[in-house]
């Protein structure tokens, strides 16, 4: 592997002037009525598949630029889409002016790159939200699990204010591959809270991928990928400086946080840096207080991106995300009287990507991507008055990445890559008698590794005259699974001594080496009907082989004994999805109706006899349903929204319901854009009652919550600007229960009214 990554690495830089060319085009991107500059617009010249954002002052180029034909396609939240036909020959340069015309409608109009390209979100055939930079300054969110819980099909399951993570389609986390700028967050404990290592201030825009796509992202994406994309930085002509101070208050749990972020760039290079710090005491709830649900935490994170030369670029990247006295209220799930939480939680990413654009007529771009993480995990628990409970982990991933992207025609464009990643654990848990100090030592995991390999190719075609754009994809995966053997319990210190081959001592897993391979593809379509209304029709064969924790899970914590199982199939699953779209000056409808067929599903089975539960494999299962989205403008600044969902679980070799699994839910809403400086949006969160549970779970009764947002305009005062940001969460202070939530006694109770403020100001 690192053969191969130096070969092409030699073969990039000895190709530098190869393919030189001379065509360029600038433009400025501004708003038709009020003619101001439009700042971070997506562009994208179409074939070639090159894409920026406008600066501050709406300014955009390409440079060195081959001869042809090209679409130029300029999208922006608020904005109609703009697409200009654009024709370079020898030595031309051409600059442009685009007004854009504000819109209501925006569901259509937003540009994602879910696929590994840039695309409207209307023209890709694969079921996909998108939640904007935007969204998340207006609302009130702890993790990024919070953000997405809004979106149609996704829906949050939370071990804790702070520690949460989501849901898709029915789906849990081991069936989502969760990516931060391309880079796997690979973690997992029976306590989960992969979502809650990436900060909010840092994050630019998230895609969430709704149903099996292994094909590009490899195993574990049987459900669904979300995609954290952090900030990114421009270019300038000059040397140019800017910054922001953000800053925040929650009263539902007296959270206080604020971030500062600067950037500098030139011509050839820019540089960013944020820093964020959070703190927040336990919340309240309608019921009275949640014990051990406060947490802190901060951030520092940075970008440097450098252009050796034309169309070459190094983007180098930092994140260093800690959190610490992080409570978890539910710790019931361990004993009835248990408490426990974070005393620390870390997160540090360092990536490096080398990218060349524009190489030749036919190989439109190539990268090369290398990273690596580590997540630190320390859980402190107190299953009663006599003991300590210490369970600590290491995990290290690393991952490189070789992708290129072909122009095999004018309407043929070909994805090709290579892409592999290993992650390590290493832990331990301590148990510690508080009466006399003496020690046990044990393995909840064996110390292991999981690799791998995967081989990956997508190709789409266009058919404009027939309205018919069809893609396709498949992957090729190598994965490895290597354990030590472990015993229990490891050693014990009695007295201060340490005891390496204690009484009663057993292999728990034995030390093993096993392998998978597997075939992933899918085969998506998306017909215009007309002009404004499409079909697509989507199905995949996905793959997943059973994580570390699933293999060799050891939880004994007071409570419930929760094993693995060295001897899990790999999960296969086949799914189709099925789906319309409207998209009209003040009408968006977006609507999917899927079916997911699974064989060997992961699950935990209760065995009532020794009242434990072990990872077993489902014969077969089935889940199916629907999800929807809609915006509608009966006048010009006032927007009626909705989305909803509803997912059905099925055991269909037992014959019983699948767990955790959201019922039926709304959301409903209206934003209006009447006065001249202030934004209004009004919504209800409706939930049904779940009452189709598997064995074990809570039924939960419906409810209904209203919320309501406020964001201000932007506020220039040439020296800098301001916008402001409000809100009230629950406002009648509703009691209720998240169904995901109880799954396991947790959280009995939500939030309840919260107000908070927030602002930003640029400068």
């Not at 002052?57 to 130029?72: A, S, V």
């Not at 290597?482 to 319990?489: D, F, G, I, M, Y």
């Not at 916008?723 to 009995?748: C, M, P, W």
């Amino acid at each position: 592997m690192k053969k191969l990554l130096f070969v092409l690495l030699v073969v990039f830089l000895s190709g530098v002037n190869s393919f030189s060319q001379s065509n360029e085009l600038k433009g400025v991107i501004i708003d038709k009525e009020t003619q101001q500059p439009l700042f971070s617009a997506n562009v994208t010249l179409s074939e070639p598949q090159l894409f920026t954002t406008s600066d501050k002052k709406g300014k955009f180029e390409f440079k060195n630029l081959t001869d042809g034909n090209f679409t130029l396609i300029i999208s922006y939240v608020g904005y109609h889409t703009e697409k200009i036909k654009v024709n370079f020959n020898e030595n031309s340069k051409q600059e442009i002016i685009i007004e854009m015309s504000p819109t209501s409608i925006s569901l259509g109009e937003v540009t994602v790159s879910s696929s590994k390209t840039e695309k409207l979100i209307k023209d890709v055939p694969i079921p996909i939200e998108v939640v904007s930079q935007d969204k998340i300054l207006q609302k009130f969110a702890i993790s990024t699990s919070d953000i997405l819980t809004d979106e149609a099909g996704v829906s949050v399951a939370k071990d804790g204010t702070w520690g949460s993570h989501v849901n898709i389609r029915g789906m849990k986390r081991d069936n989502i591959v969760i990516l931060v700028d391309g880079n796997r967050v690979e973690t997992a404990t029976n306590i989960a809270a992969g979502l809650s290592l990436v900060d909010l201030n840092d994050i630019k825009r998230i895609e969430i991928v709704k149903g099996g796509n292994s094909s590009l992202y490899g195993t574990g994406a049987t459900g669904g990928v979300v995609i954290i994309f952090t900030s990114s930085y421009n270019y300038q002509d000059s040397f140019k400086f800017n910054g922001s101070l953000t800053s925040g208050y929650s009263s539902v749990n007296d959270l206080k946080s604020g971030n500062i972020s600067l950037n500098a760039s030139s011509s050839k290079w820019y540089f960013g840096l944020s820093g964020s710090m959070r703190e927040a005491k336990n919340t309240r709830t309608p019921d009275g207080i949640l014990e051990n649900s406060q947490f802190s935490d901060n951030n520092i994170s940075g970008k440097f991106g450098y252009k050796p030369f034309d169309n070459h670029e190094v983007i180098l990247s930092y994140q260093n995300f800690h959190a610490n006295d992080v409570g978890i209220p539910g710790a019931s799930v361990f004993a009835p009287s248990a408490s426990a939480r974070y005393p620390t939680e870390d997160r540090q990413l360092y990536s490096f990507e080398y990218k060349i654009g524009n190489l030749s007529n036919l190989l439109s771009n190539i990268s090369v991507k290398l990273f690596h993480q580590y997540i630190g995990r320390n859980v402190e628990i107190l299953p009663n008055a006599n003991v300590i409970m210490n369970p600590k982990a290491d995990h290290y991933i690393y991952g490189s990445q070789i992708q290129s992207n072909w122009i095999l025609s004018k309407n043929n464009f070909l994805i090709f890559g290579l892409d592999a990643w290993q992650r390590e654990y290493d832990g331990i848990r301590l148990r510690t008698i508080k009466a006399n100090g003496n020690v046990t030592a044990e393995l909840p995991i064996p110390n292991a590794t999981f690799r791998s390999i995967g081989l990956y190719a997508q190709d789409e075609l266009t058919f404009e005259d027939a309205g018919l754009r069809f893609l396709v994809g498949g992957r090729f995966d190598l994965i490895n699974v290597k354990n030590e053997e472990a015993l229990n319990p490891l050693y014990t210190i009695t007295g201060g001594v340490k005891n390496d081959n204690p009484p009663g001592q057993a292999v728990l897993y034995e030390a093993n080496n096993v392998s998978d391979h597997s075939f992933s593809g899918n085969i998506g379509l998306i017909y215009s009907i007309t002009k404004n209304l499409s079909a697509s029709f989507n199905a995949s064969h996905s793959f997943r082989s059973p994580g570390l924790e699933e293999r060799f899970q050891y939880i004994q914590l007071g409570g419930y004994t929760y094993w693995g199982n060295p001897n899990l199939e790999p999960e296969i699953g086949n799914s189709f999805d099925f789906g319309l779209k409207f998209n009209a000056d003040d009408f968006y409808f977006a609507g999917n109706v899927f079916t997911n067929y699974f064989t060997n599903l992961v699950v935990d089975q209760f065995n009532a006899v020794e009242n434990n539960y072990y990872k077993t494999n489902i014969g077969k299962a089935r889940l199916y349903g629907f999800d929807l989205s809609l915006e509608y403008s009966p006048v010009r600044k006032l927007v009626l929204y909705s989305n909803a969902a509803l997912v059905i679980g099925e055991d269909t070799y037992n014959n019983k319901y699948l767990p955790e699994i959201a019922p039926f839910n709304t959301r409903l809403g209206v934003k209006i854009n009447s006065l001249e400086y202030v934004n209004f949006d009004i919504s209800s969160t409706i939930f049904a009652a779940q009452n189709k549970v598997s064995d074990g779970e809570l039924t939960t009764p419906g409810y209904a919550v209203l919320n309501f947002y406020l964001s201000s305009k932007v506020f220039d005062f040439n020296f800098a600007d301001l916008q402001l940001f409000a809100g009230v969460e629950n406002i009648f202070d509703r009691s209720y229960r998240n169904h995901l939530s109880t799954f396991r006694g947790i959280i009995k109770s939500e939030p309840g009214r919260n107000v908070f403020v927030k602002m930003k100001i640029g400068f």
